[in-house]
């Protein structure tokens, strides 16, 4: 059974920081790109980063750029979400997906193009 299954999220202050894990479980991480979406109470789902098969390309949303830093580690099948300077405004749930490209180094973040959903980890940034 194919699953993602993603953790880390919470509550934290403003300016904090939280380090979100997706986790997959019967298939192989490393054969396809990865995205975090994340969605908040009344709004659209967005796609906030993604990272490429080969891990060598990402791209990020603008409201989130120098701020999250996407990775992944193939070995432990696992792509991670650093999350740094949180603001009250990344409250929302975020979910990972995968999506089986067949290019290595390109990957998406529009939510169309992902197979692969996870159940999602509540992060809410409050005072």
């Known amino acids: 059974q194919l699953q993602l299954v993603e953790s880390g999220g919470g509550l934290v202050q403003p300016g904090g920081s939280l380090r979100l894990s997706c986790a997959a479980s019967?298939?192989?991480?490393?054969?396809?790109?990865i995205a975090w979406f994340r969605q908040a109470p009344g709004k659209e789902r967005e796609g906030v980063s993604c990272?490429?098969?080969?891990?060598?390309?990402?791209n990020y949303a603008d409201s989130v750029k120098g701020r999250f830093t996407i990775s992944r580690d193939n070995a432990k099948n696992t792509v991670y979400l650093q999350m740094n300077s949180l603001k009250f405004e990344d409250t929302a749930i975020y979910y990972c997906?995968?999506?089986?490209?067949?290019?290595?180094?390109?990957?998406?973040?529009?939510?169309?193009?992902?197979?692969?959903w996870g159940q999602g980890t509540q992060v809410t940034v409050s005072s």
């Open positions: 019967g298939f192989t991480l490393g054969n396809y790109a």
């Open positions: 997906a995968a999506d089986r490209t067949p290019y290595l180094s390109r990957c998406d973040t529009r939510d169309k193009v992902y197979d692969y």
């Open positions: 990272i490429s098969k080969s891990g060598d390309s990402t």
